[in-house]
Each structure stands twice: as structure tokens, then as C-alpha cells.
């Protein structure tokens, strides 16, 4: 299974949490070694520009009249 976790700092070291969905799904206990595959994501500016070009005609142009 596959899922994307925000990494955190811990002390002096670097944590990611493992989603309660894929615990269940793999079963997972506590104690257990498990392989995990680091790749870091890109991320996303899907959003980023949120509420641009939102501006009604007379708003945008209302400082230029």
C-alpha cells in the first residue's frame, strides 16, 4: 500500500506517521519491522493563486475611473 505522510521533527530526529487505514489494511503491529521507500513529492500548487480572477469587473478596474 501506498499513502503520503507530512514528515516531522522529533527531538533530534525525523518522523513519519503511518496512517491508521494502512495499519489496518497491512496489519501492522507494534514492534514489527517494516521497509519503507522515502521519494520525496513535489508539491502541488493546485490552490495556491486561490480567490485570483475572482474580482468582479468593476472592482478590478474601480482605481483606474
Known amino acids: 500500500m501506498e499513502t503520503i505522510s507530512k514528515v ?4 533530534g ?3 513519519v ?3 491508521k487505514d ?3 489494511s497491512e496489519s501492522i503491529r507494534d514492534g514489527e519491522i517494516v521497509k519503507i521507500r522515502v521519494e520525496k ?3 502541488s500548487l493546485f490552490g495556491a493563486c486561490k ?5 468582479k469587473y468593476h472592482e478590478r478596474f474601480s482605481d483606474f475611473d
Open 8 to 11: 516531522r521533527s522529533v527531538g
Open 13 to 15: 530526529s525525523l518522523m
Open 17 to 19: 506517521r503511518i496512517p
Open 22 to 24: 494502512v495499519i489496518k
Open 51 to 55: 480567490g485570483v480572477g475572482s474580482l
Open 41 to 43: 513529492v513535489k508539491r
